[in-house]
T-cell receptor
Framework: AQKVTQAQTEISVVEKEDVTLDCVYETRDTTYYLFWYKQPPSGELVFLIRRNSFDEQNEISGRYSWNFQKSTSSFNFTITASQVVDSAVYFCALLTTSGTYKYIFGTGTRLKVLA | NAGVTQTPKFRVLKTGQSMTLLCAQDMNHEYMYWYRQDPGMGLRLIHYSVGEGTTAKGEVPDGYNVSRLKKQNFLLGLESAAPSQTSVYFC?????????????????FGEGSRLTVL
């Protein structure tokens, strides 16, 4: 079965705090891709990052960093020095390569950054 | 560039009415998807298409039909709307080279269509 679990429904932090959003996935595919998307209050969905199953290097982009660990089937997202503009719903997604290419999304984590 | 455009943005229906949501993309993408977003449920795949003339069922297809007569358009139809179909609907598309390792895999989303069924 293919599944993405984001156990944190909602997180509140104070501005400048660091925050980590958890994502745990399940798949039997050996080749797969993981994504993070951001949905700000305006409602659109914005692509943040993709990782493939063969590349476990962590990635940093400005204040954002991603930790991919196959051993624990996790793809966690950390925001350093959070800002109010980071307030959004964040979705983790899994792209399966068996059969046709379907994306499976987690239920999302709502992040509230308080000034 | 318009990207992915959904029409209408808002619609209120009565139970039993029918309607069609139109998704249009101008990026020459092969793959198109329809999702619904409900509180606490994330994004759930309704139907998808891997090319003109093709459609396939996703996770929650019941009560919906789709058509992809032209590559740039993906239509989502509700034949007899029910209150359970009250949701925000997102269309998405993606480019593919045929080799997944060469693709970014990025989904391009429309702005969403908010549908209320009374």
């Amino acid at each position: 079965a293919q599944k993405v679990t984001q156990a944190q429904t909602e997180i509140s932090v104070v501005e400048k705090e660091d925050v980590t959003l958890d994502c745990v996935y399940e798949t039997r595919d050996t080749t797969y891709y993981l994504f993070w998307y951001k949905q700000p209050p305006s409602g659109e969905l914005v692509f943040l990052i993709r990782r493939n199953s063969f590349d476990e290097q962590n990635e940093i982009s400005g204040r954002y960093s991603w930790n991919f660990q196959k051993s624990t089937s996790s793809f966690n997202f950390t925001i350093t020095a959070s800002q109010v503009v980071d307030s959004a719903v964040y979705f983790c997604a899994l792209l399966t390569t068996s059969g046709t290419y379907k994306y499976i999304f987690g239920t999302g984590t709502r992040l509230k950054v308080l000034a | 560039n318009a990207g992915v455009t959904q029409t209408p943005k808002f619609r209120v229906l009565k139970t039993g009415q029918s309607m069609t949501l139109l998704c249009a993309q101008d990026m020459n993408h092969e793959y198109m998807y329809w999702y619904r977003q409900d509180p606490g449920m994330g994004l759930r795949l309704i139907h998808y298409s891997v090319g003109e003339g093709t459609t396939a069922k996703g996770e929650v297809p019941d009560g919906y039909n789709v058509s992809r007569l032209k590559k740039q358009n993906f239509l989502l139809g509700l034949e007899s709307a029910a209150p359970s179909q009250t949701s925000v609907y997102f269309c998405a598309s993606r480019w593919t080279s045929g080799r997944e390792s060469l693709n970014t895999g990025e989904l391009f989303f429309g702005e969403g269509s908010r549908l209320t069924v009374l």
